[in-house]
């Protein structure tokens, strides 16, 4: 299983672009880089994935590096809400199966 | 996106009595359903898969005569917990999945919250 290594905790100015960093160097060329957000006493919420090329969505942007062993996510505006615990998640191999890291809390300040 | 509900949302119990913990997906068929478990200030861990009419596939470590799983239905999936002890209590998630669509991604439930007395 590819490991994720993620920082434990940033801040993050309201109104300014929150950039989270994860390292996955194991990833397998086939497997896909998940991030997910949970907001205090709440389930995980799905945010964005990809296997190679950027991706944007109405929630944030994912860059992955070209030779994959790392990836950003990109929130541009943080707002108060987006305080949350943000996982990267790499998907095992051919199974649904999403493996949990400890991933980094996020908080937006004022 | 699609939605996951789970009942209840928190539950107390007396220790030595069975707690049971449903997780429905309301607006799709889940072909697969995921169960997690979470203490406080910790990360989500795995505990089981289970896919439709089939026996859940539990990780290491996680007892699968304690932590009974079916999952008899598209759009239902059920944990209980039983003869549950004071280190049962826990934040319990499920996710569910289903092959095949566009995007292939897991959504989540709110989470039941479990205390045993």
């Known amino acids: 299983d590819a490991k994720t290594t993620q920082p434990t905790s940033m801040d993050c100015a309201e109104g300014r672009a929150a950039n989270l960093p994860c390292n996955h160097s194991t990833i397998s060329g086939n497997e896909y880089v998940y991030w997910y957000r949970q907001i205090h006493s709440q389930g995980p919420q799905y945010i964005i994935h990809g296997l190679k090329n950027n991706e944007t969505n109405e929630m944030a942007s994912l860059i992955i590096t070209e030779d994959r062993k790392s990836s950003t996510l990109i929130l541009p505006h943080a707002t108060l809400r987006d305080t949350a615990v943000y996982y990267c998640i790499v998907r095992v191999g051919d199974t649904d199966k999403l493996i949990f890291g400890t991933g980094t809390r996020l908080q937006v300040f004022p | 996106g699609a939605v996951v509900s789970q009942h209840p949302s928190w539950v107390i119990c007396k220790s030595g009595t069975s707690v049971k913990i449903e997780c429905r997906s309301l607006?799709?068929?889940?072909?697969?359903m995921f169960w997690y478990r979470q203490f406080p200030k910790q990360s989500l861990m795995l505990m089981a898969t289970s896919n439709e009419g089939s026996k859940a596939t539990y990780e290491q470590g996680v007892e699968k005569d304690k932590f009974l799983i079916n999952h008899a239905s598209l759009t239902l999936s059920t944990l209980t917990v039983t003869s549950a002890h004071p280190e049962d209590s826990s934040f319990y998630i499920c996710?569910?999945?289903?092959?095949?669509?566009?995007?292939?991604?897991?959504?989540f439930g709110p989470g039941t919250r479990l205390t045993v007395l």
């Open positions: 607006d799709f068929q889940a072909t697969t």
């Open positions: 996710s569910a999945s289903h092959t095949g669509l566009a995007i292939d991604e897991q959504f």
